[in-house]
């Protein structure tokens, strides 16, 4: 009910439209009554005057020419209908577009990509298929059921009766038949939902199903969805296999009374052969639209639960909200404080931070070490506003971070993540994303930077060569470039980088290092990376272990402490070393 509600302002929106479509369902149903109808002086006119041509020729054309104004007619219905079921579902689809990009990452940590997938496809068809058939099956074939039961009392009310006490049993037994093969239709999609599943898991895992002779196992668990599937479908085609002939079967029974009692009624000359016909035609005419009707209340359930569910994705708040009088960030001036920021992941127990207090001054170039998990990203999540602290609370320029608008923070910040994300376009696009309008100059200078203009020059098409999922494959290495060249080309006041060489071989890392440090002046920085040897000219090393700052001070600062950076350190400048010193022993 409360989605029914919900779907009144999308259905108003287009008033008219609908009211036009009922006009024409109405048109439609008295079409079909006549239909009916003329079959009853035709017939007759055929019968009493043997040998009329111009009656026969009468009736041969009234018969097209009805049909042609039904054409017409039935077209400008499924027009109407299908338009604005297609407007609305447009709407929706747009709607939860835009809201998903709204949303927080909690939700997408949350809910699974298939999942959130099948509503914004499958919910939103159901949907479409209800808006678009209800109003057919409520106005069009109760109207058409109604006509028709007129032209069956106008003949003759003894038939009429018994026709009526037939059409709640039909309706009853197609509305039964109907809900087992919906059910079992249900059941068979959310198993077909699975076997989809094995297949894109099968397709975008393919390189290690085959470094891990995995084929014949996934084999097996296809095998098992797939029999599954089948049996579903059996079930499914059993029901079909029996409700058609069925109802047939029992039309015959109805029939085969009609046709005693109008034997009778013609023999005793009380009933005309037009008469006959005519009920005959009416009563075979209401068959199509009862079937709808009995189907009525399923298919509005089911386009209610698509609803349901459609709209509780719309009522998903973003946890990260925009406070009333958030203030545009126009830039740092002091610097960042991170004020006893503790933080932990909705499904997680324990804390990702814990009292995390440290200061970033603007101009500084501020580096976090620390092992895998120990917090780094969550922390640069955390500057980009991704998330709110759990607890504490981060300050720039003495401000709670929540206080400024998000778009103007992050609009400030450029970011080169972990996993390189690309979409699917162009590289010169990829590279723009997040500087709209950006010259193609600005864009070989940013990708120049990136140490990446040498393999993009030797790609097919330069710039314009596509990449993401349906474009090119790019080394691991040559995808990381194109990230620092889009984090460089927004031309950040904040530059994020994290763990943003680590792909590169030691050269490219080193030439990329080099073309980024000329950039840090004027900005301040914040570099994650295992490797310390990209942290020794940072102004300062901040260590995390297990979600605390475990100690802080310049590279000279914390090897001469003799802490967890010193062990790390020594422990990485020895690893070459160890190799080498161990293999001459085993050999
Ligand atoms: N989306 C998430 N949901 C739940 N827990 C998470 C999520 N992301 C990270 N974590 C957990 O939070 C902790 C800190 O993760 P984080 O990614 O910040 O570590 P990190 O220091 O960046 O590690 P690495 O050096 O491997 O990148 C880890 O224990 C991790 O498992
Ligand atoms: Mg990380």
């Not at 006490?165 to 009853?172: H, K, N, Q």
């Not at 039309?251 to 046709?259: H, N, Q, W």
Request: proline content about 3%; glycine content about 8%.
């Amino acid at each position: 009910m409360e989605s029914l509600k919900r779907l009144k302002p999308y259905l108003t929106e287009h008033k008219t439209r609908l009211l036009q479509a009922c006009l024409v369902m109405v048109a439609v149903a008295l079409l079909n009554g006549a239909t009916a109808l003329v079959l009853k002086p035709a017939i007759n006119a055929i019968f009493a005057h043997q040998g009329d041509y111009r009656m026969l020729w009468g009736v041969v054309l009234a018969i097209p020419a009805i049909f042609f104004l039904k054409l017409v007619i039935t077209y400008i219905q499924t027009y109407l209908v299908n338009y604005i079921g297609q407007r609305i579902a447009q709407r929706l689809r747009e709607e939860l577009f835009r809201h998903l990009h709204a949303l927080s990452l909690d939700f997408f940590w949350r809910s699974k990509t298939g999942e959130v997938l099948s509503r914004l496809t499958n919910d939103v068809t159901n949907l479409q298929n209800g808006l678009q058939f209800v109003p057919l099956f409520l106005v069009r074939d109760t109207l058409t059921v109604l006509a028709l039961l007129v032209v069956m009392f106008y003949i003759n009310w003894h038939f009429a009766l018994i026709a009526i006490i037939a059409i709640p049993v039909a309706g009853g037994v197609l509305g039964v038949l109907g809900r087992k093969l919906r059910a079992s239709g249900r059941k068979g999609q959310e198993v077909m939902g699975e076997i989809y599943h094995r297949f894109q898991e099968s397709l975008q895992g393919m390189l290690v199903v085959k470094a891990f002779n995995y084929e014949a196992e996934a084999m097996v668990k296809f095998r098992v969805e797939s029999d599954a599937f089948f049996g579903q479908m059996m079930r499914y085609y059993r029901a079909t296999a029996l409700s058609g002939p069925l109802m047939e079967f029992l039309g015959s029974i109805i029939m085969a009374a009609i046709v005693l009692k109008a034997g009778q009624e013609i023999y005793a000359q009380t009933m005309t052969p037009g008469d006959f016909f005519t009920f005959l035609g009416s009563f075979f005419m209401a068959y199509a639209p009862i079937k709808n009707i009995a189907q009525t209340n399923a298919q509005i359930q089911l386009a209610l639960a698509s609803a349901d569910r459609i709209f509780a994705i719309l009522d998903e708040k973003p946890t990260v909200m925009e406070r009333p009088g958030a203030v545009r960030f126009t830039g740092l001036r002091e610097g960042i404080v991170f004020d006893d920021v503790s933080f932990k992941y909705p499904s997680r127990d324990h804390w990702a931070l814990r009292h995390v207090s440290l200061e970033i001054k603007k101009g500084e170039v501020v580096a976090m070490a620390g092992s895998s998990g120990s917090g780094k990203t969550t922390l640069v999540h955390l500057l980009l506003r991704l998330f709110d602290p759990t607890e504490g609370r981060i300050l720039i320029d003495g401000k709670d971070l929540r206080d400024y608008a998000s778009q103007s923070l992050r609009a400030q910040f450029g970011l080169v993540t972990q996993d390189t994300i690309l979409f699917n376009d162009k590289l010169g696009a990829n590279v723009a994303v997040g500087s709209p309008g950006a010259s193609l100059d600005d864009i070989r200078r940013a990708l120049e930077v990136a140490n990446a203009s040498e393999f993009v020059a030797d790609l097919p098409a330069g710039l314009d060569t596509p990449l993401g999922d349906r474009g090119l494959r790019l080394s691991g290495g040559q995808r990381q470039r194109i990230a620092i060249a889009r984090a460089v080309l927004k031309n950040p006041s904040f530059l994020l980088l994290d763990e943003a060489t680590s792909n590169l071989d030691a050269g490219s890392e080193k030439s990329v290092q080099a073309a980024l440090e000329r950039i840090y002046p004027g900005r301040t920085v914040l570099i994650v990376a295992h490797r310390l040897s990209t942290l020794q000219n940072a102004h300062r090393i901040v260590v995390l272990h297990h979600g605390e700052v475990a100690e802080a001070g310049t590279h000279a600062e914390l090897l001469s402490r003799g802490g967890i950076y010193a062990t790390l350190y020594r422990f990485q400048q020895l690893e070459p070393g160890i190799e080498d010193e161990a293999a001459p022993k085993e050999a």
